[in-house]
């Protein structure tokens, strides 16, 4: 995976996070343009190529998922770990919605670094990359 977005249906991003070494100026401009083009098209899910990336994205109540990847890594893999991510949360937070996006980002950010590490794929299983913030929220009790 190069990259991994969120964003809301008007197109402002809510996180953030790229895999490998792409310009600073490059990522700003790749982010509105992704976003663009993924809410343009108008599907709960889909595929689009974008300059030399697979754009894969999930539609999940007023957030948009989005995941970058090379041309030639499976799809439907890279889908299953958006779901994976999405149930994940969930099951943290009971529900998804953008203000949890935008009130723990420290933890939605936890998340996926224990489920994506430099862009492959580390943790499927939900409990084990809920662990590291379970047990950080039973230490401030």
Not at 52 to 75: K, W
């Amino acid at each position: 995976m190069k990259f991994v977005l969120v964003g809301n249906r008007m197109g402002k991003l809510r996180l953030c996070r790229f895999f490998g070494s792409d310009s600073l100026k490059s990522r700003s401009i790749k982010e509105q343009d992704v976003i663009r083009l993924c809410l343009k098209d108008q599907k709960q899910e889909g595929f689009v190529e974008y300059q030399d990336t697979m754009l894969i994205y999930r539609l999940y109540t007023n957030l948009i998922f989005i995941a970058g990847t090379s041309l030639t890594e499976n799809e439907l893999a890279v889908m299953e770990v958006l779901q994976n991510f999405v149930e994940t949360v969930i099951k943290y937070f009971e529900q998804v919605s953008e203000e949890d996006f935008v009130y723990n980002m420290d933890k939605i950010h936890m998340i996926l670094d224990e489920m994506v590490v430099s862009g492959e794929i580390a943790e499927t299983n939900k409990s084990r990359a809920l662990l590291p913030l379970q047990l950080m929220d039973a230490t401030r009790r």
